[in-house]
C-alpha cells in the first residue's frame, strides 16, 4: 500500500517536475519510517531522495567511484546550479541521517557518506557574495548577519521546507564525525556555515558548540594562532546571539576595548621560546573561564572548553622534542595559583587573559631565564594540561558515580568526552615518556568502550523483553569496573540512535594509539622487578593488539585503519628480526591501502594523519630496499627526481595552508628541491619534520649510491651537487622548525663535510667563489662533534668525525702517494694524477717537499715555501690530534663493553633520584598495573563478589599518586646495570643501521617513528654522568677550545683551498657551487641556546696535554668513501678498513687500508692465546705467535705477492719479531678491528711502525 502510494506521488510530481517537492515528501516519509522502527523502509526512501537530487543510481554507496560525480561535488559552483541552495540542503540533512542512523558497519561508507554530506555543505558559501576558494582562510571568518551571504533568501521561512534544528544538527554531527577521521582542513568551510547559521538562528548552545568544534580542527591542524583568537572569543564571550533582536549580538567588554588597542594572539612563525610568545604563554597557561560565562554555556560546554584548553596545551607541548618533567610544575607558581579555590584574581581572569599592544606584561610563569627553557615551557603546557583534563574527569566520573542503577546517567556524547579526557592523559604521559602509563590510560579507555556495548546489549534484552532488570545487582561506575568479556568491537554495535558518537571507528582509532603507544616502549630489559600475581591484568605482547586490529578493521571495512596496524606490525616486525622480504610485502601492500585509502575513499581530501603514516611507509619501504638492492633502488629514486611524489603530497598540503613553495622545475610542480620559502608561516606543523626527513632520506641513498660507485663521471658528480643542496636544505629547515632533533643536525653536517671532501669542482670559471675553503669543512665537523658530544655523547659517531677531520687535515699536507697506488677523486686527491712523482722512499722524503710548490695551483702560488712548510706541519700536527682522539674514542668504547662487568665496584644508588621516564620504562610494568583485591577471609571475598554495591566507593588511582609510587619503587630496585642496559636498548631503537642493516649507511642513523624516544637517550646518558666509570672512561673526547681556535686560524687563511679537479659540469651545478658557501650556516654557541636536547653543563673531557713520548696510537675506521684504485677486481669485492696510525714522537702519521674479514680471521685465532696472555706471558706458544705474526705481515705488506713481481732490495726479507713478552698482551687490542690502541711499550711499537711502512695498502707516503 505504502509503496502504490510512493509510486502514485512520484508519477505526479516528478511529472510535472516538481523534484524538490517529491524530495520533500520522500524525506519526510524516510522520517516517519525510521520513527516507526522500520529501518530498512526509512533508509530506501533516504536514498532515493540522493538518487533524484544528483540523477543517478545508488549513489550513496558509489559517488566515489564515478567520476563524473567526483567531478560535480568537487565543484561547488556546479553542484550549486544544480541542485539549487534548497537542495543542497536537503541533500546534506538526509545523507547526515543515512551515516547517523544507517551506516555504522562499513566505516569506509559511513567516511564517505559523511564527506557527501560536507560536499553539499561546502557549497552553499557559492550562493552569492565574494567568496574565498581555500578552505583555511575559513579558519577564523566570523558574519554577524546572515543576510549578507544569502540576501533574498531566508533559511528558516518555511519550517516544513528546511528545519533549523535539523540543519544545525546535520552541521554538527557532520563536522565532529569528519574532525575525528582527522579531516579539518577540508571542514573548515562547513564549520564557518554552521556558526553563522546558529547564530542568525540565536541558538546559544549552537553557536558555543561550533566554536568549539572550530576550536578543535584548529588545534589538530596546528594553527595555535588561529585556535587562541577562538579561545579568546569563548573567554570573553564575544559574538554570542542576542535574545533582544534578531540578528544582532550580545555585546562584551572585550568587543567595546577592541577599537582601542589590538589584541595580540600567540604567533606561529615565531620560536616556542621568543619573547613574544613566552609573554602570550604566560597569560593563557592560567587562564579559565568565568564563572558568568560558564553559567552561559552549561556544564557540558564548560566541560569541554576546558579540555580543548587542555588539548591546545598538549598539542603545543607535543611540537617540543622534550621531556616533559611534572616536577618543575609540582613546585612552581604556576601550579598554585591553578589550584587554589578561592583566588583573589579568579574575579578579573577573563578580562586580565586579553593581551593587547597596550599591555605590559609582567612575567609570572616564566620570570626569569632559567624558566624559559624548552623543559620548562613543555613541563608547565603539559602539567596544566593534565590538571585541565583530570578535573573534567573527575567531573565526569562524579556524574556517573551519583546512580548506579541501569543505565548509566552518563549520556553518549559524555562518553565520547570521558574517552577524549583518557585519551589526553595517555598522551601526557607519553610527553613525559612514561609510555607504560600512557599504555593504562589507553587501555582503561578501550575498557569503558567495550562496558558501554555490554550496557547496552543489556538494555536491549530488558526492551525487548528477554531479560528483567535485576535491581538488587546495581550496575558499577565505567570507571571503576572492567568488562566482564574480552574487549572486542562488536560489543559497541548498540542502538545507535541515541548512541551514534562512539562508533567502531572510535574503537580501532583508541586500538591503534595503544599499539603506537607500546611500539614506543623499551621493555627489552625483561621482568626486572620480578612479577606480582596480585596484578590485575597484564599486557600482552603488542602484536596481539595489532593482530586484532588487523581483524577488525578487515571485518568493518577500514581500510585507513587496516593500513595503520600493518604498519605498525612492520616496525614491531624491526625487532624480531623478521625476513626483510616478508616486511617489504607488508610495506608495498600498507602505501598500496594508503594510496587507496587517500585518493579513492577520500576523493583526494587531506588527511594529516594518513599524510604522515603514507609518509613513513614510503620511507621504511625505501630503507628496506636499499638493504635488499641499493643499486636498483638509488637508481629508480634518480629517475623519480623531477617528480618526487613523496615529498609532493606534504607540499601540496602547505599550499593549502598558504605557505610559499620555491619550484626548481618548470616540467613538474614538484622535484627533490622544492622547498618552503623561508620565513616559514607556520613553524608548529606536524609535517614539517616528515618533510626535513624525506629530505634527509633521499639524500642519504643518493649519497651512499655515489660513494659506492667507481665511476667518475660528471653525471656521478651531479649527485653529489643533488645530495648537497638536499642536506642544506634539510639543516637548514631543521634549525627554523620547533620539532628540531639535534641528531638530524649533526648528521647533515657529516655528510656535507664529506661531499665537500670528495666532490669535484667545476672549472669552468677562474673565480674562486666556487671552492669551498678547507675552514668551512672542519667548522661543519667541529659543529657535528659539538652537537652529538652536548646531546647523545655519541662515541662511534663522534670518532667518525674525528676520522674524517684528519683525512682533510692530511689532504691539506700536501702528502703525495707512493709509486703504482693512484689515488681516487674520492680518496685522496691531493695532487693531480698526470704529475705524481716517482716512488720516493723514506730517505728521500724532504727533497718531494721541496719540489711540491711546483705543482700547486695558482690560487696558492703567493705563499712561500717556508711559509707552506710551516702549515703543513701545524696541519699534521692537528691531524696527529685527531688521529689520537679517535683512538681515545675506541678504547672508551671497548671500555664502555666492558663496564657492566664492574657493576660490583659501582657506588651505592639508594639516594640517587632517577629520572622517572627511565624508572617508567624500567618497572612500570610492576608499579603502574591496579592489583586484585586481598580479602581478609573467604566470607568477604563471597559478600563483596555477589552484592559490590556494598563495597564502599572509590574513584581510579590519581596520575600524581602513580608516579610517587614509581619514585619509590625506582629508589629501591633500579641499579647503575639497569641504566647501562637500558642506554644500551635505546641505543639500538634509536639506530636505524641495528633496526635494519649496518652494512647499508643509505638507511641513514636515525628512524623517523622511533625519533620521538631519542630524548631518552640523551637523558641516560646524562645520567650515566654521575658514575665515576662512566664519567672517567666512557664520555667522548671534546675539542679543546685551543685546538678549535688553532685549527681554525690555521685553515682560515685565504691560501687554503680545496685541490681541485678537472670535471664537466652543468650550470645548475655551478651555480649551486657558487652558492654553497652562503647558503650554509654555521652553528654557533648562541644557536646552542635555541637547540632543544643540549647539555651545556655537560662534562667536557679532552685529550690530555701530555702524551708519552713511546705512544703509539691505532684506530680502525670502517668507510667506503676511501678507496685505493687497484687492478684486480676480487680485491675491490673485500670490504676494507683503514688503520690510522700516528706517534707522540714525531708525529709520524699514515693510513693503511686492509681487507676487514682477514684481520678478524687472525683475531679470531689469535683471541685463545690472548687468555694465556692476560694471566702468565711467559706461557704462551712462540710458535703460535710468529706463526699469527707472519700472518699479519704478510697481511699488510702483501709480502708473498710482492716477491714475484718486484726485486727492490728495499723491502726486507726477514719479518721483525717481538722479544717482549709484554707486548704480546697488547697485541690483541691492535688486532680488534672493532677497537683501537694505544701502546708505549717500544717494541710493539716498532714492529708496527716497520711493519706498516711496508705496507702495500698505504694511503700515504712512508715518513720518518
Not at 556524574?399 to 589526553?424: A, G, H, K, W
Not at 716517482?838 to 695551483?857: A, E, F, G, H, M
Not at 668513501?1121 to 675491490?1132: F, G, P
Request: charged share 20%.
Amino acid at each position: 500500500m505504502h509503496s502504490v502510494k510512493v509510486d502514485f506521488l512520484r508519477e505526479l510530481l516528478l511529472g510535472q517536475n516538481r523534484r524538490d517537492q517529491y524530495c520533500q515528501v520522500l524525506t519526510e516519509l524516510g522520517d516517519l519510517y525510521f520513527h516507526c522502527d522500520k529501518l530498512l523502509e526509512s533508509k530506501t526512501a533516504w536514498c532515493d531522495v540522493i538518487d533524484t537530487i544528483l540523477d543517478g543510481h545508488d549513489v550513496v554507496t558509489t559517488w566515489f567511484k564515478n567520476d563524473t560525480l567526483k567531478n560535480l561535488l568537487s565543484n561547488r559552483g556546479q553542484l550549486l546550479e544544480k541542485c539549487g541552495i534548497w537542495g543542497c540542503l536537503l541533500g546534506a540533512i538526509v545523507t547526515c541521517k543515512l551515516a547517523k542512523y544507517h551506516i555504522h558497519m562499513n566505516c569506509d561508507q559511513h567516511l564517505q557518506t559523511c564527506l557527501l554530506s560536507s560536499y553539499f555543505l561546502r557549497s552553499i558559501f557559492f550562493y552569492t557574495l565574494p567568496h574565498s576558494e581555500y578552505d583555511i582562510d575559513y579558519a577564523t571568518l566570523f558574519i554577524d548577519n546572515s543576510i549578507y551571504i544569502w540576501p533574498g533568501i531566508q533559511l528558516t521561512s518555511d519550517e516544513f521546507r528546511l528545519n533549523p534544528q535539523s540543519l544545525m544538527d546535520t552541521l554538527a554531527y557532520i563536522c565532529e564525525s569528519l574532525i575525528r577521521h582527522d579531516i579539518c582542513l577540508h571542514i573548515l568551510p562547513v564549520i564557518a556555515l554552521y556558526d553563522i547559521f546558529a547564530l542568525h538562528c540565536r541558538n546559544l548552545l549552537h553557536t558555543v558548540q561550533a566554536r568549539l568544534i572550530r576550536l578543535r580542527a584548529l588545534i589538530q591542524l596546528d594553527l595555535y594562532h588561529e585556535a587562541h583568537i577562538i579561545i579568546q572569543i569563548l573567554l570573553d564571550g564575544q559574538k554570542l546571539p542576542s535574545t533582544e533582536l534578531p540578528g544582532r549580538c550580545r555585546s562584551s567588554n572585550a568587543d567595546i576595548n577592541a577599537s582601542k588597542f589590538k589584541p595580540q594572539y600567540f604567533a606561529n612563525s615565531k620560536s616556542i621560546i621568543s619573547d613574544y610568545n613566552v609573554g602570550i604563554l604566560d597569560v593563557l597557561l592560567t587562564v579559565k573561564l568565568s564563572p558568568a560565562m560558564s553559567h552561559l554555556y552549561g556544564s557540558h560546554l564548560s566541560i569541554e572548553f576546558h579540555y580543548l584548553l587542555s588539548l591546545f596545551f598538549i598539542r603545543l607541548a607535543s611540537r617540543i622534542p622534550v621531556i616533559a618533567n611534572l616536577d618543575l610544575f609540582q613546585n612552581s607558581e604556576l601550579k598554585q595559583n591553578l589550584t587554589t579555590t578561592i583566588d583573589s584574581r579568579s574575579k578579573g581572569v577573563a578580562g586580565s587573559a586579553r593581551i593587547t599592544s597596550a599591555t605590559k606584561l609582567k612575567l609570572i610563569t616564566f620570570h626569569d631565564d632559567a624558566t624559559r627553557s624548552f623543559v620548562h615551557i613543555k613541563s608547565y603546557l603539559v602539567g596544566t594540561g593534565k590538571l585541565f583534563a583530570e578535573r573534567c574527569l573527575s567531573v565526569l566520573q562524579q556524574t556517573d558515580e551519583t546512580s548506579r542503577d541501569y543505565p548509566s546517567n552518563l549520556q553518549s556524547f559524555e562518553y565520547q568526552l570521558l574517552i577524549d579526557c583518557l585519551s589526553l592523559l595517555s598522551e601526557c604521559a607519553h610527553q613525559c615518556h612514561l609510555d607504560q602509563l600512557a599504555a593504562r590510560y589507553a587501555m582503561e579507555s578501550l575498557k569503558i568502550l567495550s562496558m558501554i556495548g555490554e550496557d547496552n546489549i543489556n538494555e536491549r534484552k530488558i526492551a525487548s523483553g528477554s531479560a528483567k532488570r535485576k535491581s538488587s545487582y546495581p550496575r558499577l561506575s565505567a570507571v571503576t569496573r572492567y568488562p566482564r568479556k574480552k574487549l572486542n568491537a562488536l560489543n559497541i554495535l548498540f542502538n545507535t540512535r541515541y548512541s551514534h558518537n562512539l562508533t567502531v571507528y572510535t574503537w580501532l582509532k583508541q586500538r591503534a594509539y595503544l599499539c603506537y603507544i607500546m611500539l614506543q616502549q623499551i621493555n627489552t630489559l625483561g621482568k626486572v622487578k620480578g612479577i606480582d600475581d596480585h596484578i590485575r591484568e597484564e599486557f600482552p605482547n603488542v602484536n596481539v593488539y595489532i593482530e586484532h586490529g588487523l581483524n577488525e578493521s578487515e571485518e568493518y571495512q577500514c581500510e585507513s585503519m587496516y593500513a595503520t596496524f600493518l604498519l605498525y606490525k612492520s616496525l614491531y616486525n624491526l625487532s624480531e628480526l623478521v625476513n626483510i622480504n616478508d616486511n617489504i610485502q607488508e610495506l608495498n601492500k600498507t602505501l598500496q591501502l594508503f594510496q587507496s585509502s587517500l585518493i579513492v575513499k577520500q576523493n583526494n581530501i587531506i588527511s594529516i594523519d594518513i599524510l604522515y603514516k603514507k609518509l613513513l611507509t614510503q620511507i621504511l619501504l625505501w630503507e628496506h630496499l636499499c638493504v635488499q638492492d641499493l643499486d636498483g633502488t638509488a637508481l629508480k629514486l634518480i629517475q623519480e627526481k623531477e617528480n618526487d611524489k613523496l615529498q609532493s603530497s606534504i607540499l601540496d598540503f602547505f599550499v593549502q595552508m598558504h605557505e610559499r613553495i620555491q619550484m626548481t622545475s618548470s616540467n613538474h610542480n614538484h622535484d627533490w628541491f622544492s622547498m618552503p620559502i623561508i620565513p616559514l608561516n607556520n613553524l608548529y606543523s606536524s609535517l614539517l619534520l616528515p618533510l626535513v626527513f624525506a629530505k634527509l632520506r633521499t639524500g642519504t641513498i643518493i649519497i651512499d649510491y655515489a660513494y659506492r660507485s667507481f665511476n667518475e663521471t660528471p653525471t656521478m658528480n651531479n649527485l653529489y651537487e643533488n645530495a648537497q643542496i638536499l642536506f642544506r636544505q634539510c639543516l637548514t629547515l631543521n634549525q627554523l622548525i620547533v620539532e628540531r632533533y639535534v641528531n638530524i643536525d649533526y648528521e647533515c653536517l657529516l655528510h656535507l663535510a664529506r661531499i665537500n671532501r670528495l666532490q669535484k669542482r667545476t672549472t669552468l670559471t677562474t673565480t674562486t667563489t666556487s671552492i669551498i675553503p678547507l675552514k668551512t669543512i672542519v667548522q661543519q665537523l667541529l659543529d657535528a662533534i659539538r652537537l652529538c658530544y652536548l646531546s647523545t655523547n655519541d662515541n662511534q659517531f663522534i670518532q667518525t668525525c674525528y676520522f674524517e677531520l684528519a683525512i682533510v687535515l692530511l689532504e691539506y699536507t700536501q702528502i703525495s702517494s707512493g709509486k703504482g697506488r693512484k689515488l681516487s677523486a674520492k680518496s685522496l686527491p691531493v695532487i693531480d694524477l698526470s704529475e705524481q712523482p716517482s716512488t720516493p722512499t723514506t730517505t728521500d722524503r724532504p727533497s718531494i717537499l721541496k719540489q711540491r710548490p711546483t705543482n700547486v695551483r695558482s690560487s696558492m702560488a703567493v705563499v712561500n715555501d717556508n711559509a707552506r712548510r710551516q702549515q703543513q706541519q701545524q696541519l699534521k700536527q692537528a691531524a696527529a690530534v685527531t688521529i689520537r682522539a679517535a683512538t681515545q674514542l675506541a678504547l672508551n668504547q671497548k671500555k664502555r663493553v666492558q663496564l657492566p662487568g664492574l657493576a660490583e665496584e659501582f657506588s651505592d644508588t639508594n639516594e640517587l633520584h632517577w629520572p622517572i621516564y627511565i624508572a617508567g620504562d624500567i618497572i612500570g610494568y610492576f608499579v603502574f598495573p591496579e592489583r586484585r583485591r586481598i580479602y581478609r577471609s573467604e566470607a568477604e571475598r563471597e559478600i563483596l563478589t555477589l552484592a559490590p554495591h556494598f563495597e564502599t566507593k572509590s574513584l581510579p588511582e590519581s596520575f600524581d599518586s602513580k608516579l610517587d609510587r614509581l619514585n619509590i619503587a625506582a629508589t629501591q630496585d633500579i641499579t647503575w646495570l639497569h641504566l647501562l642496559n637500558y642506554q644500551n636498548a635505546v641505543a639500538k631503537r634509536i639506530d636505524n643501521r641495528q633496526l635494519l642493516s649496518f652494512d647499508c649507511d643509505a638507511v641513514g642513523r636515525s628512524n623517523l617513528f622511533f625519533l620521538h624516544v631519542f630524548p631518552r637517550f640523551i637523558g641516560v646518558t646524562q645520567t650515566l654522568q654521575s658514575l665515576s666509570h662512566y664519567s672517567s672512561q666512557c664520555i667522548a673526547i671534546y675539542p679543546s677550545e685551543i685546538y678549535i681556535q688553532n685549527v681554525l686560524q690555521i685553515t682560515s687563511l685565504s691560501t687554503d683551498k680545496l685541490p681541485q679537479h678537472a670535471s664537466i659540469s652543468s650550470a645548475r651545478t655551478l651555480r649551486s657551487a657558487q652558492t654553497s658557501r652562503s647558503g650554509m650556516n654555521l652553528i654557533n654557541d648562541d644557536d646552542l641556546g635555541q637547540c632543544p636536547n643540549i647539555n651545556l653543563n655537560m662534562i667536557k673531557r679532552e685529550l690530555p696535554d701530555y702524551q708519552p713520548t713511546a705512544s703509539f696510537s691505532l684506530a680502525w675506521y670502517s668507510t667506503n668513501t676511501l678507496r685505493i684504485n687497484t687492478t684486480q677486481i676480487e680485491n675491490q669485492q673485500l670490504s676494507p678498513i683503514y688503520g690510522f696510525y700516528t706517534t707522540a714522537k714525531d708525529d709520524f702519521i699514515n693510513i693503511v687500508s686492509i681487507s676487514l674479514d682477514q684481520l678478524l680471521n687472525i683475531y679470531k685465532k689469535y683471541l685463545p692465546i690472548a687468555q694465556v696472555a692476560e694471566t702468565d706471558p711467559k706461557q704462551i706458544n712462540q710458535s703460535q705467535i710468529h706463526s699469527i705474526l707472519q700472518e699479519l705481515f704478510n697481511l699488510l705488506t702483501g709480502e708473498e705477492t710482492v716477491k714475484t713481481t718486484n726485486d727492490d732490495e728495499n723491502l726486507p726479507k726477514i719479518i721483525p719479531r717481538l722479544s717482549d713478552p709484554k707486548a704480546y698482551v697488547e697485541l690483541e687490542s691492535f688486532l680488534n678491528a672493532k677497537f683501537g690502541a694505544q701502546t708505549s711499550n717500544t717494541n710493539l711499537r716498532d714492529w708496527f711502525i716497520n711493519t706498516l711502512k711496508q705496507s702495500s695498502n698505504t694511503l700515504l707516503s712512508t715518513q720518518d
